[in-house]
């Protein structure tokens, strides 16, 4: 099996074992008083986008009182997740935010832990990945900076905000082995985050990036870079501008889980607010314009169906892994 059918059935597992599920209208009623997001990485990544828009649709739906944050890089997200571990009774009112990558670095043993050692809140969101280059200079499409790699490999270094054998590395190999080309033999560049990693693209450190969409939009929009392909099945929404890794002849698609994790032990009543205020953002108008914004997908997938769709996850991944020689 190549890596593209692999991955694509990730992603339409995604958007079907993890369908949005119905939500209670948001009364208006403050559920939690307070929450304090941990961001596993650097500012301007998909992690800190999402915690930051999900504390701005909940504070201002009026569902959880204040909202603060934190970033804490280190260790490919490992040091987060100790953290949460390591101070369990005094993280109750923390929520850390990942994504695929926890998957994927417990694989690779680059932390020792998994997300069975933490309590699972819900996954929330899901978003396309896509590859970017400077707005001036770099590679006309997808197809051209292919080509330019089977003509000199040594030419063309991949940036992305994840470690080598990150998410952002699995979805660059991706589209490379589905455009013919040698994924292995791809060099790949890890930045902390997606503002340092887009800082190395506009300094020419490397010739294209791996990143979230969500990630891309603004930059786009603002003329400072090109989205060349994006791993949706259509064209988004919020950058319609932005084409599909399939028009162009790449049989790439894949979707990003995103969710949150809270300590070890956390009390049932506050797991059950946590969960009743993530359920009712998602009726809310608050919430929506940060979705539409951000180009996000709606997977609402609380508790046990979110235990069970990493599970499988796992399995997936973990053979996609083997296939690149990762493990």
């Known amino acids: 099996m190549t890596i593209s059918k692999v991955l694509k059935g ?28 941990l961001i596993p990485g650097g500012a301007g990544g998909g992690w800190d986008g999402t915690a930051r828009g999900t504390g701005e649709a909940l504070t201002g739906a009026g569902l959880v009182g204040s909202a603060s944050y934190e970033n804490m890089s280190g260790g490919g997200g490992g040091k987060a997740i100790g953290y949460m571990i390591e101070n369990a009774d005094s993280s109750h009112g923390t929520l850390m935010v990942n994504s695929t990558p926890i998957v994927i670095r417990s694989l690779t043993g680059v932390f020792p832990h998994n997300f069975r050692d933490l309590t699972l809140v819900a996954g929330t969101i899901g978003d396309y990945a896509a590859l970017v280059v400077p707005a001036e200079g770099g590679a006309n499409d997808l197809n051209g900076l292919l080509e330019a790699f089977k003509a000199d490999p040594g030419s063309v270094a991949i940036g992305g905000g994840s470690v080598p054998g990150g998410m952002d590395h699995l979805v660059a190999a991706m589209v490379f082995q589905a455009g013919g080309a040698d994924p292995v033999a791809m060099k790949y560049v890890p930045y902390d985050g997606g503002g340092a990693t887009m800082a190395g693209l506009l300094s020419g450190e490397v010739q294209a990036v791996s990143t979230g969409f969500s990630e891309a939009v603004e930059l786009a929009k603002a003329g400072e870079v090109r989205i060349i392909g994006v791993t949706s099945p259509e064209r988004v929404d919020a950058f319609p501008d932005a084409p599909t890794m399939m028009e162009q002849g790449n049989d790439t698609t894949f979707v990003n889980w995103r969710g949150f994790f809270a300590a070890p032990g956390l009390p049932d009543d506050k797991l059950a607010m946590y969960q009743d205020a993530i359920a009712k953002m998602y009726d809310t108008d608050e919430w929506e314009a940060v979705r539409a914004r951000n180009g996000w997908v709606n997977i609402h997938n609380p508790g046990d169906d979110f235990r069970a769709f990493l599970e499988e996850q796992e399995t997936v991944i973990g053979d996609l892994m083997k296939q690149l020689g990762f493990l």
């Open 10 to 37: 990730t992603a339409i597992a995604a958007a079907t074992a993890m369908a949005l599920t119905s939500a209670s209208m948001a009364d208006g009623h403050q559920v939690v008083d307070s929450i304090h997001f």
